[in-house]
């Protein structure tokens, strides 16, 4: 009987939480059961030296869907093993409140109010119509591109490694592409051996960029697609679209450019190859986490662009991580309206509201103190005294759920990988939403009074 009144106080406990709330617990939960799976020893390939520590470390990283390690799959995780990693970053890149939404919808059950906002703002899904659809959507989308792509990939990987092994490749693969996890069960080296080939580059690439351009943009173009009346898509979806494009062809020149003579990278190949693995870096730094080149090979400014690259991220509400190129817009919009001063944050005939200029900035301040903070973190942890650029490359690489690392995550100490695996946690969930998640702040009366303006000089 106190059994039973126990677990009706802990249902209580979790639907009075907000989605901030859910959303942590939902991924701190699914890390926790993660790593214990992953621990137990039919899980193991015979070659494996993990410790629980390498598990936890590894899980995190799927479940954020950033692809950083300190051992490679295929030389710790059996096929059961691989399995499990395949559901975590499935399930890191969708979330589980989703899979719980889709559980309830084809179950025939109503989801609560609570469930409905945690499902939203997991994916900032803004319209409150359609949520049914759009969970639908979301997971016909995600398994048939992913099916496209595991069946384009064993084209290669068959012939390569045979019907079973290849496939299985391919489908590993395909979802962590598409989930922007940037794992791989091939070795080490992440896809360095597959650096020059086409197909696999170009379907890993478009896998990428899919899941980066996030579900709502996807359900737009679906939505457009299936009507026969024709209609606008959403500004939102045409900014992504353009901004991804624009970002893709900056990105695949500057590391042309740059790394045009270097031998180590790109320098002995052909034109036609140069411009490939250049495309490939520019689309895996949108928090993809693959790898065709040794970024300890690269050039320093190389990797100061990549940073930056990293740090805008992908759009929101798909896998992710980063800024988001939308937030980052935003703020441009409105630095252009204060220099020329102008009264509103407009652009393309439109007016940005300026509670969405106030929360970019939000995002931004958080989402900078937290990388100057993780930075000064594994700075001071990391053994061996690595170069600069290497530890912010790692840092951004872990915050905005990359996943690329200049060779630095297999030697760090289990110190500096608590930090890494803090700032996966923290990117993955969101600054924002981790802050709201710890302290839920009611404000007092005082803090709703507005005083008189406060003088203060600025610029």
């Not at 126990?6 to 939480?17: A, C, G, Q």
């Not at 995190?60 to 691989?82: H, I």
Request: aromatic share 12%; charged share 15%; hydrophobic share 50%.
């Amino acid at each position: 009987m106190l059994f039973k009144s126990f677990l009706e106080k802990i249902k209580m406990s979790l639907v009075r939480l907000s989605p901030a709330r859910r959303i942590f617990l939902s991924f701190a939960l699914v890390i926790l059961l993660g790593s214990l799976l992953l621990s137990l020893p039919f899980m193991q390939a015979e070659t494996s030296q993990a410790s629980y520590f390498d598990h936890l470390f590894t899980t995190v990283s799927m479940v954020c869907v950033t692809g950083l390690c300190t051992l490679p799959v295929s030389a710790t995780y059996n096929v059961w093993g691989q399995l499990i990693c395949m559901f975590l970053i499935q399930i890191g890149g969708l979330g589980l409140m989703t899979f719980i939404g889709i559980f309830y919808i084809q179950s025939k059950q109503k989801l609560s109010l609570r469930s409905r906002e945690t499902i939203q703002e997991s994916f900032s899904y803004g319209e409150t119509r359609s949520l049914r659809d759009f969970i639908r959507s979301i997971f016909l989308t995600t398994f048939l591109v992913e099916g496209l792509g595991a069946l384009f990939l064993s084209f290669r990987f068959i012939p390569e490694f045979g019907w079973g092994r290849g496939i299985f490749t391919s489908f590993f693969l395909a979802i962590s592409a598409f989930c922007n996890a940037g794992f791989d069960n091939l070795g080490s080296t992440s896809l360095v051996a597959f650096q020059t080939d086409p197909l696999i580059n170009l379907v890993i690439a478009s896998l990428i960029i899919t899941g980066g351009l996030g579900f709502m943009v996807w359900f737009d173009l679906a939505t457009q697609l299936g009507t026969k009346k024709k209609r606008r898509l959403r500004f939102h979806t045409k900014l992504v679209l353009s901004l991804t494009v624009g970002i893709l062809l900056v990105g695949t020149l500057t590391t042309l450019l740059i790394e045009w003579n270097n031998a180590a990278t790109i320098g002995n190949l052909s034109l036609p190859e140069k411009v490939l693995v250049s495309f490939f870096q520019t689309v895996s730094m949108r928090t993809a986490g693959f790898a065709t080149i040794d970024y300890t090979q690269a050039r320093p400014v190389t990797l100061l662009l990549y940073i930056l690259q990293m740090f805008l991220g992908g759009a929101p509400g798909g896998t992710a991580g980063g800024l988001k190129i939308t937030t980052f817009f935003v703020l441009i919009v409105f630095a252009r309206s204060e220099l020329l001063g102008l009264p509103h944050a407009n652009v393309a005939h439109r007016t940005i509201n300026p509670r969405t200029v106030q929360k970019s900035f939000s995002v931004f301040i958080i989402f900078l103190m937290t990388f100057l903070l993780g930075l000064i973190l594994l700075g001071v942890t990391a053994e061996g005294n690595p170069r600069f650029i290497y530890l912010m490359f790692e840092t951004i690489s872990a915050l905005a759920t990359v996943g690329v690392t200049a060779n630095l995550t297999p030697d760090l100490g289990e110190l500096a990988l608590a930090v890494i695996m803090l700032l996966m946690f923290v990117g993955r969930i969101g600054p924002l939403t981790l802050l709201v998640s710890l302290s839920e702040y009611q404000p007092e009366k005082k803090d709703m009074i507005h005083y008189m303006k406060a003088d203060i000089t600025i610029g």
